[in-house]
């Protein structure tokens, strides 16, 4: 291993600006020298692929912006002046729209992936909680960006949506008013959320920062959900071992990404959006986006539409409780043969919220989408309580380095032992 250096400037200059801003001195301890857990599997490389698609969003966002026009009369012909004679302007448009689903796919594994390991227990629990916010930030941003276009699906989208808050008592029909700046959704309405699609992603990119930061207080879970205990046998410099690890992680990422860019455009968002708003013409089914399907078959499952915009909420505000409710002391789901079980049902709960979400709201649909938003509150509020005390975990190993040895066989052991840079390959 190549140890955990310290940043030493070298010409007189850095040495001179390090006294006075030790910026180097904090990316290289963060991003060079770092401690990473060896055993770090190709899950870990989403966050970093969250980051770059953080990126990608705002930058393509940004030229886009340049060609856009946000008002009600104009917004639909400039998209489509966009797409026809914009150089690369076709290009722009389907990166950032298919974008916006690549980032929900990403931060969909890495929330799962934080779920199945346990990366959201003590103590990352602040962690995880911030990851919550730019996860409710995430879904407010993309809702008001889908409305940018001025299609059916955007006008007629934004109306359910806004529609929600007037199921609150008294105060609902005012803030519905105040949100639309207006009796219906208009181009006050169009305006106002042009300019807060602007903003939130440098909001999202604000409590990414705080995200990493405690990230990097607490250091980063890993498969075995056993912490560093020894750096030297546990860990390795994060570059160039999760550097390259990420970018590869990406790469194969972006290839998905370019797949549906270039092959499969308009896969992910819906025909009627090709269609001008027309308030006078309602669509025959209004679906969100792909995203938000688990969540609308939550909203749509309770016949009272007030108790439906909570239970919506509830399903998203679980989750800053998790840690809490989570009482099993043992963090990854590797030695939790239960949780396992329900780990993977819940998945596929939530799949099936998902299917539900795009189907019509009736007969079949709706009993199963009952019992399947009753079972989503149950694994968190009942079954993730009573596991962590009735259930029998498999012995936990001592450290990292004991469980990669385990894996690897005796030969690593032996690698380790010389402090060799890596393991061997698998017997
Ligand atoms: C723009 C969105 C996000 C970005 C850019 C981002 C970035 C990152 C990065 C760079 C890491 C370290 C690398 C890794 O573990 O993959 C990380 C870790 C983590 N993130 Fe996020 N994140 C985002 C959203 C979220 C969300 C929505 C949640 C949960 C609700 C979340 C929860 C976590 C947790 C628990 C960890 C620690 C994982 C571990 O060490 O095992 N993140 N995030």
């Known amino acids: 291993m190549s140890g955990h250096s310290t940043y030493v400037p070298k010409?007189?200059?850095?040495?001179?600006?390090?006294?006075?801003?030790?910026?180097?001195?904090?990316?290289?301890?963060?991003?060079?020298?770092?401690p990473t857990p060896r055993n770090l599997n190709y899950l870990w490389t989403f966050g970093g692929i969250l980051s770059f698609m953080l990126v990608a969003q705002i930058v393509t966002g940004i030229v886009l912006v340049m060609h856009y026009t946000p008002h009600a009369t104009m917004a639909f012909s400039s998209v489509e002046h966009i797409m026809r004679?914009?150089?690369?302007?076709?290009?722009?448009?389907?990166?950032?729209?298919?974008?916006?689903?690549?980032?929900?796919?990403?931060?969909?594994?890495?929330?799962?992936?934080?779920?199945?390991?346990?990366s959201y227990k003590a103590p990352r629990e602040v962690l995880w909680i911030l990851g919550v916010i730019?996860?409710?930030?995430?879904?407010?941003?993309?809702?008001?960006?889908?409305?940018?276009?001025?299609?059916?699906?955007?006008?007629?989208g934004a109306t359910v949506i806004t529609n929600l808050f007037s199921a609150l008592p008294i105060v609902g029909e005012p803030i519905v008013t105040w949100l639309?700046?207006?009796?219906?959704?208009?181009?006050p309405t169009l305006n106002r959320?042009?300019?807060?699609?602007?903003?939130?992603?440098?909001?999202?990119?604000?409590?990414?920062?705080?995200?990493?930061?405690?990230?990097?207080?607490?250091?980063?879970?890993?498969?075995?959900g056993v912490d560093i205990k020894n750096p030297a046998k546990d860990a390795v410099p994060f570059t160039p071992y999760a550097t390259v690890k990420d970018a590869f992680g990406l790469v194969c990422f972006l290839v998905v990404f370019a797949w549906f860019v270039f092959y499969v455009p308009n896969y992910l968002g819906h025909a009627d959006n090709y269609t001008e708003a027309n308030p006078a013409v309602t669509p025959a089914h209004i679906v969100p986006e792909w995203y938000f399907l688990p969540f609308y078959a939550i909203l749509r499952a309770i016949p009272n539409k007030l108790m439906g915009v909570i239970?919506?909420?509830?399903?998203?505000?679980?989750?800053?409780?998790?840690?809490?409710?989570?009482?099993?002391?043992?963090?990854?789901?590797?030695?939790?043969?239960?949780?396992?079980q329900f780990f993977w049902v819940f998945v596929a709960v939530c799949v099936g919220l998902g299917y539900l979400g795009a189907m019509p709201p009736e007969g079949g649909y709706v009993i199963a989408a009952r019992v399947l938003t009753a079972y989503y509150?149950?694994?968190?509020?009942?079954?993730?309580?009573?596991?962590?005390?009735?259930?029998?975990?498999?012995?936990?190993?001592?450290?990292?380095?004991?469980?990669?040895?385990?894996?690897?066989?005796?030969?690593?052991?032996?690698?380790?032992?010389?402090?060799?840079?890596?393991?061997?390959?698998k017997k």
């Open 377 to 425: 509150f149950i694994h968190f509020l009942v079954i993730l309580p009573l596991l962590g005390l009735f259930e029998t975990p498999r012995p936990v190993p001592a450290s990292i380095a004991d469980a990669v040895l385990a894996k690897h066989g005796g030969g690593a052991a032996a690698a380790v032992a010389m402090g060799a840079a890596s393991a061997p390959s």
């Open 180 to 187: 639309w700046g207006g009796y219906s959704v208009d181009n």
């Open 85 to 118: 004679d914009v150089n690369y302007g076709w290009l722009l448009r389907y990166l950032h729209a298919n974008g916006a689903s690549m980032f929900f796919i990403a931060v969909y594994i890495h929330m799962f992936r934080g779920m199945y390991y346990g």
């Open 311 to 340: 239970a919506m909420f509830s399903s998203i505000a679980v989750l800053v409780f998790l840690p809490w409710l989570d009482t099993s002391k043992v963090r990854s789901a590797v030695y939790r043969p239960l949780f396992k």
């Open 11 to 34: 010409s007189p200059v850095m040495k001179w600006f390090e006294s006075r801003l030790p910026l180097f001195g904090l990316i290289h301890s963060s991003f060079v020298a770092y």
């Open 193 to 224: 959320f042009f300019s807060l699609h602007y903003l939130l992603p440098f909001m999202i990119a604000g409590v990414v920062a705080l995200h990493v930061w405690a990230l990097h207080v607490v250091g980063q879970n890993n498969p075995t």
């Open 134 to 156: 730019i996860f409710l930030l995430m879904m407010a941003t993309a809702f008001m960006g889908y409305v940018l276009p001025w299609g059916q699906m955007s006008f007629w």
